[in-house]
């Protein structure tokens, strides 16, 4: 395996695993497995509060839009 110290990167050779995990990679594969899975959790975290923070800001226009006619024909009915 490569060494990539990159932020982010899961990629480790196989002294550094044997130096994280003392001598048995095992457990050093099963955290870099962990950590793999919780980066992926959080990605996939930020992707759902993106979609979601798009369709309220899609919506809030809506509503927006909606409030201003309202106004316009209220405004147009009393003059």
Request: net charge positive; glycine share 12%.
């Amino acid at each position: 395996m490569t060494k990539d110290l990159r932020p982010g990167s899961t990629r480790l050779d196989d002294a550094t695993l044997e130096a994280v995990s003392g001598g048995g990679k095992g457990a050093a594969l099963l955290f870099r497995d962990i950590g793999r899975i919780i980066g992926r959790l959080f990605r996939s975290g930020e992707k759902v509060v993106s979609t979601a923070t798009r369709q309220i800001d899609r919506t809030d226009r809506k509503i927006d839009a909606i409030h201003d006619q309202v106004s316009q024909r209220a405004g147009t009915q009393t003059s």
